[in-house]
């Protein structure tokens, strides 16, 4: 039997597009809709043999197969017992799950954190310092006439970010730039064409000449058309560099030069230098120009800005940027937000709290100090004793000197599939895929909250995240108690 | 004249194979292909005298890992080069956090060479090379 389920929320990235359509057959999904190829691929591998099927727990250097009570036993053991344990992950599971999470952490006096540490954390601490002037994917689809995209590439990591929300989308008051977008892929196809048939008449092809200088070209007269127009500031020409009006190619650790010239250029300031950053500064201008005389302008950025050299002092300049431009016209800023619920998990453990990342409840009150409390530096510097992950792949995603002393202690695992961590973890358990097998809320990257659907059933006896962490939970409040009593 | 070594900056981030990759499963194909692998610039390559998909080893101060050259299909970007993110890239990524709690990932410095007769070691060799599990 066939059934349809409409208004589907995809739990992938930040986008968290919520129109997708699943098409079930005998209990399985069969078909999908609308999603871009990372949809498509969580929803019908779903079910694939890197599937983790029953709880796990290392034996004699070996993973066997054990019950979810002896596994949920053993880790709220190591949980109880431990000093000073790690609790990270979270950002690609519901909210509810991320509240067990936070009780968890205060309960057993650990240090709570997620995935924005490794991600946008620079960008929490830049809006804790300068404030954020943002707005919602919603207005931008209707209003954004000029969108950039700095230090991100939504074509490979945000697939749908452009069609649904930005350049390519059909707003109340802004037309979509798909057509004019497609007519420039035709062109440019017919030209290759007539290449390639140049190329055949002469018989001996000449190989293809290697660009060997990066060269920033002129703006093209298009950017100061009426409509949307799109242009993308990267180290390297991305996919949504080719689909742009406007590229600037930045020298790579010098983004927040770049971004201080365009500044001093929209405060009407004169440059004493021909370039910056490798961009000449009458380009520079003309880009400003596009900048100022836009009705409504927003720039989306990414880890570009907030991995490389500045870091939060990147996002600090950007969002200073913005205040700016607001003096002479309307823009906003909005961060990209990598998993699909990471702001929920920043929001979960604010409102929870207090902070949004690196929560330190070791001493009884949550305290917070991001280079301190945040989880990389707890494991370089060698502090932690144990270690909960919850969704999450640190063993494929730290750097590899913070792994050995995450692997070094008793670490427990919950994850839907098999992946690095579970690999070397010592507790692993199956869970319901969120979004697909348990239904919850996330958080979408410009804030807003959204209802996940549960659209099959999970593999039979297995458990969603927020119970086993309910039931870890339980179980260490009954370990600690017996503690308590053997004490006294 | 074909160089022994390049001096070379690091890149991480995304690309759509990894993200498809990494939603079909971490020990899926997919993800090792795209994941094991490096965008070099077209450039560069040819100062090493390597041609696409050669394995290369890339260096930094925090250990060595090879890795499979791909020539980076969108104009050019000398003296860089781009691992998806994964844990072959992360088995020589900086981990200095700056004292902000995030690492490095982008701005490495790195050195690249041609291994074409080393392999590429699979997640359990890499993990097991890497922690003894």
Known sequence: ?488 | MVQQKLRVTLLTGRTIEQGVGKEAGKGTKEYFESTSMCYMDAGDMKKLGIKNNTNILVTTSNGSVVLRAVKYPRGAMPGLIYIPYGPWANAICSSNTTGIGTPSFKGTPAEVEPAPDKPILTLEELLRSEFGR
């Open chain 1, 1 to 488: 039997m066939s059934t349809t389920v409409n208004a589907v929320t995809c739990p992938v990235c930040g986008c968290l597009c919520d129109d997708i359509e699943l098409t079930i057959e005998n209990g399985v999904i069969a078909k999908v809709k609308n999603g871009c190829a990372m949809c498509e691929s969580k929803f019908l591998s779903y079910k694939n043999e890197h599937r983790n099927k029953t709880p796990l727990v290392r034996k004699e250097g070996k993973l066997v197969p054990v019950s979810y009570d002896e596994a949920i036993h053993k880790a709220a053991e190591i949980l109880a017992n431990a000093n000073y344990p790690i609790l990270y992950g979270w950002s690609s599971t519901d909210c509810e799950a991320q509240r067990v999470g936070v009780e968890l952490a205060e309960e057993v006096g650990g240090v709570l954190d997620n995935t924005a540490v490794v991600c946008h954390g620079p960008s929490i601490l830049s809006v804790q310092e300068v404030g954020i002037p943002t707005c919602t994917l919603g207005q931008i689809r209707h209003r954004a006439d000029l969108v950039i995209y700095w230090g991100c590439d939504p074509w490979s990591a945000h697939p749908r970010h452009l069609e649904r929300y930005t350049t390519f989308t059909e707003g109340r008051f802004e037309g979509s730039e798909w057509k004019e977008y497609m007519n420039k892929v035709k062109a440019s196809a017919g030209k290759k064409k007539l290449l390639s048939l140049e190329r055949r008449e002469i018989v001996k092809r000449k190989p293809e000449p290697i660009i060997e200088k990066v060269t920033v070209n002129k703006p093209p007269e298009t950017l100061s058309k009426a409509g949307r127009k799109l242009i993308v500031i990267d180290v390297r020409k991305t996919m949504t560099a080719e689909v742009a009006d406007y590229f600037i190619q930045v020298q790579p650790g010098k983004d927040y030069e770049l971004m201080l010239a365009i500044r001093a250029l929209v405060k009407d300031h004169e440059l004493d230098v021909d370039q910056v950053a490798g961009v000449p500064v009458e380009y520079l201008e003309e880009l400003v120009d596009a900048m100022v005389n836009c009705e409504f302008g927003v720039i989306f950025f990414g880890m570009g800005l907030t991995q490389s050299a500045g870091k939060f002092r990147n996002v600090d300049v950007a969002i200073s940027l913005i205040r700016d431009l607001n003096r002479r016209t309307k823009f906003a800023i909005l961060p990209m937000r990598g998993h699909f619920n990471v702001t929920g998990a920043n929001t979960v453990s604010t409102w929870q709290s207090g902070y949004p990342y690196s929560v330190d409840f070791s001493l009884g009150y949550p305290r917070y100090n991001p280079g301190e409390t945040s989880v990389v530096d707890v494991l370089l510097r060698k502090e932690s004793d144990a270690a909960l992950i919850v969704a999450s792949d640190p063993a494929s995603n730290f750097p590899r000197k913070a792994v050995e002393h995450l692997v070094a202690n008793p670490l427990i695992v919950i994850d839907p599939h098999m992946n690095a961590t579970a690999l070397l973890g010592d507790v692993v358990f199956p869970a319901a895929i969120v979004g697909i097998e348990k239904a919850g809320t996330a958080y979408r990257m410009d804030h807003v909250p959204l209802p996940l659907k549960k659209v099959v059933e999970p593999p039979e006896g297995i458990l969603s995240d927020e119970e086993i962490l309910s039931r870890i939970l339980e179980e260490v409040r009954v370990i600690k108690s017996q503690k308590m009593q053997e004490a006294a």
